[in-house]
């Protein structure tokens, strides 16, 4: 089975996600991922390549030790979408952290209805044909993830040595991010609302990382081997025609939105340290100087390589709204074992150039809606919610927002003077620290509210996301309320 490369720049048009011309990414951890492709892949007619396919998306290249080969960013679900390790990939608040990959958020500039991404029949809400076989693969893979992993890399390796430099030195932790992006995608095939701004952003994020349209069939070719091998008891032509189908415009969708990228951003941007402040002896506050303007919103977050790490890539949130300056703020916290994250607070200085991704996710205000909102961050995921009042203030708004600033002692809190500012400066916003080492924090939201009318933002570890989502939902606020980013994302970022 070939995968051929194609070019189309019109293809499909979506709501755009991630990444465009507004897009600028906050978050607070890793990232991985190679970078640009230019084409499209295309299924052989044989296997009944429909202009209609489902989507799954399936990012190149990796960062890191332990960063992910292809960046299931966004994000995903998780947001975090990341999809990746967000369930869906995409993102936007979503509501599941399973399903999350790259959250996001509602896709704010759309371009146009998503893409039928489906093939077969599917009315009042079953799956597609498509789907159903996808998912029969999928339940076939599971058990087996780690050596159908490990044979997807190895047969893409093997016969495209090249792609090995798109890389990470050292795929141990998160080899299996590309291969596992490509399976969250064609899981959510069904959702092409999302999957398709999840892979948009993905397939935009993938520029600083080298990919290119051209790389796209060889990875199709390694992922249907794989299949083909671990989902043996399934695997029939019907189900790898299906597996092209939604491979094929996966990769379209990415390649498309890469191309689009490519007319109005750059792949990544160098960025100088012009302050470097240890708010803590495990957290730095770092001041960037982007070489050339970097669009974000507040609430989003970028991906990040330091000179010492190069093809490690890890995300981090934008800790302040968008300046005046065009500086750019991020908490980093050094944690055991973390590569980048130990370079970044204890061997970054002023005159260190990093290099920036474009940004990413969808835990931004909505400013249409009048909404009260409900921040709950975590550690240095309080950096975003920062970035998020920072917002709010600035657009002159008056609706009620109440934040939770959780850490596990009372020196973690170390941005408290500055929300205690805040809160002071504004009569809007009211600040709780809430000091436990108990990992009950967000669950204590509970005991004020009530929240049925509030918009609600999530940022920390991932336990605290996934608890955070469960108390939540618990005191009325619907998922689709509920912004994240990428709990898949912040595992993987966990350096
Ligand atoms: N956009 C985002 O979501 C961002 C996420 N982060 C993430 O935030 C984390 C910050 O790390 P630390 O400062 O060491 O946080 P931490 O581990 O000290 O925890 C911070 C707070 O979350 C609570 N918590 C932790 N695990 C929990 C669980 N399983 N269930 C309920 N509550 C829990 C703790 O009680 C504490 O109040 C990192 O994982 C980082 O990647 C950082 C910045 C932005």
């Known amino acids: 089975m070939m995968f051929e490369a194609r070019h189309t720049m019109d293809a499909l048009t979506t709501p755009a ?164 992006a490509l399976l969250t995608a064609a899981e959510h095939m069904d959702d092409p609302r999302t999957l398709t701004e999840y892979l948009r952003q993905l397939g935009s994020g993938h520029r600083k990382y080298g990919t290119r349209a051209a790389h796209y069939p060889a990875v199709g070719e390694a992922l249907i081997g794989a299949l083909a091998r671990y989902a043996e008891a399934v695997w029939d032509q019907e189900t790898e025609a299906a597996w092209v189908r939604a491979y094929t415009t996966i990769s379209q969708v990415m390649i498309d939105a890469a191309a689009e990228s490519e007319l109005r951003s750059p792949a990544w941007w160098r960025a100088e340290v012009v302050a470097h402040d240890l708010r803590t002896p495990e957290v730095a506050e770092l001041t960037l100087r982007p070489d050339q303007p970097y669009p974000f919103l507040a609430g989003q977050y970028t991906s990040l390589e330091t000179p010492w790490w190069p093809r490690i890539w890890r995300h981090y949130s934008f800790a302040a709204a968008p300046r005046a300056d065009g500086l750019l703020t ?33 835990m931004t205000v909505d400013h249409t809606t009048d909404s009260g909102l409900l921040c709950i961050g975590g550690g240095t995921g309080i950096a975003p919610i920062k970035a998020l009042v920072e917002d709010v203030a600035q657009h002159g708004e008056r609706r009620p927002m109440e934040v939770f600033y959780g850490a596990r002692t009372d020196d973690a809190l170390y941005d408290i003077d500055t929300m205690l500012r805040l809160a002071k400066a504004h009569p809007w916003l009211s600040v709780r620290p809430v000091v436990d080492d108990r990992a009950r924090f967000p669950d204590a939201v509970r005991q004020f509210g009530p929240w049925m009318s509030y918009d609600a933002y999530l940022a920390g570890p991932p336990g605290m996301i996934r608890s955070g989502l469960h108390a939540l939902r618990t005191a009325g606020i619907p998922g689709s309320r509920i912004r994240h980013d990428s709990v898949e994302e912040l595992v993987a970022a966990g350096d």
């Open 17 to 180: 996600a991630g990444n465009s011309d507004a897009g600028r990414e906050s978050g607070g951890n890793d990232e991985a991922a190679t970078g640009e492709m230019a084409g499209a892949l295309y299924a052989p007619a044989a296997l009944g390549t429909s202009s209609a396919l489902s989507a799954v998306d399936a990012p190149v290249g990796g960062p890191g030790p332990d960063a992910p080969p292809v960046p299931v960013e966004g994000p995903a679900l998780d947001g975090s979408i990341g999809l990746a390790a967000s369930g869906v990939p995409t993102a936007s608040a979503s509501a599941d952290p399973e399903r999350d990959a790259p959250q996001e958020r509602e896709p704010e500039s759309g371009t146009g209805p998503a893409p039928d991404l489906l093939h077969g029949e599917r009315s009042a809400g079953r799956p597609s044909t498509d789907a159903l076989r996808v998912r029969r693969t999928l339940a076939e893979i599971e058990p087996v993830a780690d050596r159908a992993t490990s044979y997807f890399y190895a047969l893409l390796f093997l016969r495209h040595p090249a792609l090995r430099d798109l890389f990470p030195p050292a795929m141990d932790t998160q080899r299996d991010r590309l291969f596992k």
């Open 330 to 362: 991020l908490h980093v916290k050094a944690v055991p074992a973390g590569w980048v994250s130990n370079a970044l607070v204890h061997r970054a200085r002023p005159g260190d150039v990093l290099r920036l991704g474009p940004p990413a996710g969808s």
